[in-house]
């Protein structure tokens, strides 16, 4: 039987999240996380993966994945530094690093856990942390487990962060100080501006984090962000996921060997969480590889994204003022956003609704994240759909 007290939780707090409509269903595909998914038997567009280059089922990374599951079983038995770690473990953090062009890199489990896991072994409640304020949840909740001082600074506003830089240091209150920003910024499709970031770091002796979970496969013919601003050896953390462009699971930091060293004795979930599977490990080298030996799936990518924006714009929808493939159609009202959205799923394309508290308050949107994987005539089906619901709603006219 159940607590009386956590029934009672949860009874009031389920029925609170319904009546205010803030309870996400969770759909459930029956196949691949492709340009075309199935739920409960109906086939659409999908335009809300992170799987960018359509990477997720590629076909040589199933087939290093089952290679990897043959020769080294499901499970890595342990967590890295007790004998977790095989070589195909070794070899990713390798293929990483070379590919971000450091000197090393450490895998984590998930992009989430090593933001909590990296941030915390670097920073402590003696710090200061400047925060941008549309900074992921993961970013958020690793700088609070550190206990530093965490400022955030309005969103891309340089001259916001220059000023909470300097009083911070006028304040004498703190010992290190770190700047942390997303590379892309997933609602709006932004860049963060990091060449004022880092010369403000380097006026101020600031660290530089960077979370390119949606630049990394994006930006920078595919290396990321960071690269696309030439910025290799002034960024102190290139943090990344392999769930999104590179398609299957994990997360990463590259930078320095001493600071890769040091995350492999503090960073907490490496040290008390289970590896990545061999066969994660494995298939992310192929999808590394595969970025390596050609930009093509990137061009495609941004070929995609480019066409989808323009056929949105030409028809009359607010498509915000992305620079990257992702591209929000803003409705403004939080409820018109959701009838949107429903209304294009039963049409026949996936792409969710995203209201306040995630974006500000009158800027509800539905998000596209087209892929490369997408052809010309599903992306003009999307527009199609788009154009009958855009009228029917009033969105359009
Ligand atoms: C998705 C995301 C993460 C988390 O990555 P996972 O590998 O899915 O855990 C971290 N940071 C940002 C900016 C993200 O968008």
């Keep these: 039987?159940?607590?009386?007290?956590?029934?009672?939780?949860?009874?009031?707090?389920?029925?609170?999240l319904k009546e205010e409509g803030l309870y996400n269903k969770i759909d459930s595909l029956s196949g691949a996380n492709g340009p075309v998914i199935e739920i409960e038997g109906r086939q659409l567009i999908n335009l809300s993966s992170n799987n960018y280059l359509g990477l997720a089922d590629n076909h040589r990374l199933i087939d290093k994945a089952n290679e990897a599951n043959v020769k080294y079983g499901v499970g890595a038995g342990a967590v890295r530094t007790i004998n977790g770690t095989m070589d195909v473990h070794d070899e990713l953090e390798r293929k990483i690093a070379e590919f971000k062009q450091t000197e090393a890199a450490i895998a984590f489990q998930s992009g989430f856990n090593c933001n909590m896991g990296a941030i915390s072994a670097v920073m402590d409640k003696n710090d200061v942390i400047f925060s941008d304020a549309l900074n992921h949840a993961s970013i958020i909740d690793g700088c609070r487990l550190s206990r530093a001082k965490i400022i955030p600074y309005k969103h891309n506003d340089m001259d916001d962060l220059k000023q909470k830089v300097q009083e911070a240091i006028d304040s004498n209150l703190y010992v290190k100080k770190m700047i942390?920003?997303?590379?892309?910024f997933s609602m709006d499709g932004d860049i963060a501006k990091l060449d004022s970031i880092v010369n403000i770091a380097k006026e101020f002796d600031c660290m530089v984090y960077v979370d390119?979970?949606?630049?990394?496969?994006v930006m920078g013919q595919g290396a990321g962000t960071v690269k696309h601003f030439g910025l290799q050896?002034?960024?102190?953390?290139?943090?990344?996921?392999?769930?999104?462009?590179?398609?299957v699971v994990g997360g990463y930091v590259a930078g320095s060997q001493a600071l890769i060293d040091w995350l492999k004795v503090r960073a907490r979930p490496f040290l008390f969480s289970t590896s990545l599977t061999p066969a994660s490990a494995a298939a992310c080298i192929e999808a590394i590889d595969i970025l390596m030996e050609s930009t093509d799936l990137h061009d495609k990518l941004w070929e995609n994204g480019n066409y989808l924006k323009k056929g949105l714009k030409v028809l009359g929808f607010n498509i915000g003022d992305s620079q990257t493939p992702i591209t929000p159609c803003i409705i403004g009202d939080e409820k018109l956003s959701q009838l949107f959205s429903k209304r294009l799923n039963e049409e026949g394309v996936y792409a969710k609704a995203i209201v306040f508290p995630t974006v500000p308050m009158g800027t509800g949107r539905v998000r596209n994240m087209p892929t490369a994987a997408h052809t010309k005539e599903q992306l003009d089906r999307a527009l199609e759909i788009y154009r009958k619901v855009g009228l029917e709603l009033g969105v359009i006219d």
């Design 1 to 16: 039987m159940q607590s009386k007290v956590l029934s009672e939780f949860l009874e009031i707090n389920l029925t609170k």
């Design 233 to 247: 050896k002034e960024v102190d953390f290139q943090m990344g996921t392999l769930s999104k462009a590179i398609g």
């Design 212 to 217: 390119d979970a949606h630049g990394s496969g």
């Design 180 to 184: 942390i920003t997303d590379g892309v």
